[in-house]
């Protein structure tokens, strides 16, 4: 009966955190990748490297729920592999942790104690914002969180131990970071508890056939490339460009580009950042429930350990850690999820403690001294809540929305918009284009695809047909190397991103004529300095030359812009949004600097004015 009563109780848990993550989902497109991700799932399609294949195909089911539109649907998601993180850290914590020294009986009373983490763990920002909008992240600390829940299971039998190398397996087609964050724990976990299977070829080959196994799940990239979905990015379909995704090399030498000072110096950030989250009460607690565990339970608690260190370790040497911490807080999903482990065990020692005061004083005040520190304890992530929720609750943001349909109503009927280098702004208008379906007449290009994946120029004319094409892509040999046979010829990628640029502005140039252009600012606007003419947020490029531009209306952009302020820049869905604000001040700002280096003063105040007053505005 204890057994169901407990199964009950789990789900009621989920079912809480479930709708406690639902209503602070994003109702549509978001920033960073989110409309790339929006976008692959709607159309079964393969997102950036490594293409994320077994999100792809655990979320596609999501999309047909009668619930709201597809960008809500997806963003859920999140929020549902959150929820049962959570309950598979409850189940870790009850198997872990002993509930008394004297009396080690498991009841639901002294189970329900272990939520108390669980509220701490979902009120950080970290995981917070994780959870409230689509990203790979939170599947991979379910994952990670089930791989630690078998090996901490007493028997630990052939049967589970298949399991977790078919995770391992399986969850390296979702990222990359759950094999390097949980194998080497894993693997000396297994070591430390039975070496003599190491000695065993059958055991060795079993893992490694089961781990191959789970593997299989990248099959889906060539096997979906092939019918050219949207997005279709990487080019997987061949052994080459397979190898590429697989092992990501595109993007896997910045996850160990810090040198020894720049290591120290990210751990000199993290260390607070990871205090702010859990606040240095709830880190005395962790440091608490350590030692506890590490006199009672010393292997499974150097399991965790382990964990957290590599997460810890391999986080904190790649190189954009220490110019964007805020972008990287979900690499360290794991040390949070596994320090509430630690959290937990602390609370209940000092609980156990009281109650052991109390029975041996005999006091009755000792009791009352337990139950108000319950209350204390459970008041610290209410408190959290109230503090945090303006900033994590994206239920009705729908600026990325807004923003993404404001550039693509700025844009004339069968337009190129060129979108800038590292912005949030194609990912959004891809979701709007191809989900929402919203201006389909628009051709949208995303400049720093054009440099980092050699497939894009195929992709884009499997897209838009109707543009015209500089011979300087045409001429690539059928057969050369994916990285591109200017690469190959050059072997030298600054040569080849400034080969590129220049393809850029062919591109431009070749259909400037036939289609009205529109380009986002970024760091290549030197291409079109004196050709550039605001509308908003973004530039027409004009095929007059810097003589005559100042003769275009100096209006326009100001009616634009005063338009915006009457749509979002009053909302106050929008003034309480620092990412929002950040972005668009960013971008005005960007244009500022273009006008100025063109030699366009007062253009350059204007919009400089414009990027302040946003940045300033209360919130």
């Known amino acids: 009966m204890l057994r169901n009563n407990k199964l009950h109780f789990y789900f009621l848990i989920f079912i809480f955190f479930f709708v406690f993550f639902i209503s602070s989902t994003a109702p549509s497109v978001y920033w960073f990748d989110e ?9 079964t399609g393969l997102p950036h490297s490594p293409s994320f294949p077994l999100f792809v195909m655990l979320v596609k089911p999501f999309i047909f729920l009668p619930l709201g539109s597809i960008a809500f649907r997806v963003n859920m998601v999140s929020g549902f592999f959150s929820a049962l993180t959570l309950v598979v850290l409850l189940r870790i914590m009850d198997l872990l942790i002993p509930y008394s020294l004297h009396n080690r009986k498991r009841s639901l009373s002294t189970c329900s104690i272990l939520i108390l983490p669980l509220f701490f763990l979902c009120t950080t920002d970290i995981w917070w914002f994780q959870s409230s909008r689509v990203e790979v992240y939170t599947l991979n600390a379910l994952l990670s969180a089930l791989v630690v829940y078998l090996l901490l299971d007493s028997t630990l039998s052939l049967k589970k131990q298949i399991c977790i190398f078919f995770l391992l397996g399986s969850g390296l087609a979702n990222h990359t970071l759950l094999f390097i964050h949980i194998f080497p724990g894993c693997l000396i976990y297994l070591f430390i508890q039975n070496i003599k299977r190491f000695k065993n070829p059958a055991y060795i080959t079993t893992a490694i056939v089961f781990g191959l196994l789970g593997l299989t799940v990248y099959l889906y990239l060539p096997l979906r490339s092939s019918l050219n979905p949207v997005p279709d990015l990487g080019d997987p379909e061949t052994y080459s460009g397979f190898m590429l995704s697989f092992f990501r090399k595109r993007s896997f030498g ?25 606040t240095p009460v709830a880190v005395l607690f962790i440091l608490t429930g350590f030692f506890y565990l590490l006199k009672y339970k010393f292997k499974q608690t150097l399991l965790l350990v382990i964990i957290i260190c590599v997460n810890i370790a391999f986080g904190l040497m790649n190189r954009n850690f220490i110019d964007n911490p805020d972008t990287m807080d979900a690499y360290f999903l794991n040390t949070y999820q596994f320090s509430t482990v630690f959290l937990g065990s602390g609370l209940m020692l000092i609980l156990n403690q009281i109650k052991n005061l109390a029975r041996t004083l005999h006091s009755r005040n000792i009791y009352c001294l337990r139950y108000f ?6 008041s610290i992530p209410f408190v959290f809540w109230i503090h945090r929720y303006p900033e994590n609750v994206l239920r009705n943001d729908e600026f990325p929305r807004k923003f993404g349909k404001t550039i693509l109503n700025l844009a004339s009927p069968d337009a190129v918009v060129f979108t800038g280098y590292y912005t949030n702004t194609h990912f959004i208008l891809m979701e709007l284009v191809y989900v929402e379906k919203y201006r389909e007449d628009i051709a949208i290009i995303d400049r720093s695809a054009i440099l ?22 045409l001429q690539r040999p059928e057969n050369s190397n994916p990285a591109g046979y200017l690469l190959d010829a050059l072997q030298n990628r600054e040569t080849l991103e400034k080969i590129l640029k220049e393809y850029t502005s062919l591109l431009v140039e070749s259909n400037l004529t036939d289609h009205p252009t529109f380009w986002m600012s970024s760091e290549d606007d030197y291409l ?20 005559s531009i100042s003769e275009f209306d100096n209006n326009i952009d100001s009616k634009i812009y005063h338009r915006m302020e009457n749509e979002y820049l009053h909302d106050p869905n929008f003034l309480k949004n620092m990412i929002a604000k950040n972005i668009l001040a960013s971008q005005f700002g960007k244009m500022s600097i273009s006008f100025y280096n063109s030699g366009f003063k007062t253009w350059a105040e204007t919009e400089l004015l414009r990027a302040n007053q946003i940045y300033l505005l209360p919130h």
Not at 373 to 378: F, G, K
Not at 452 to 473: A, G, M, S, T, V
């Open 373 to 378: 520190l319950v209350v204390i304890t459970l």
């Open 254 to 278: 910045k996850f160990f580009g810090n040198n020894p000072a720049q290591f120290l110096e990210s751990f000199r950030i993290f260390l607070p950042r990871y205090f702010n989250q859990f």
């Open 35 to 43: 409309g790339e991700m929006i976008t692959a799932l709607a159309n």
């Open 452 to 473: 980092h994946w050699h497939r894009y120029e195929n992709y884009i004319k499997d897209r838009y047909p109707n543009l015209n094409y500089p011979l300087l892509f």
């Open 528 to 547: 079109f300095y004196h050709r550039l003419v605001p509308r908003g947020p973004i530039f027409q490029i004009s095929q007059q030359q810097s003589d």
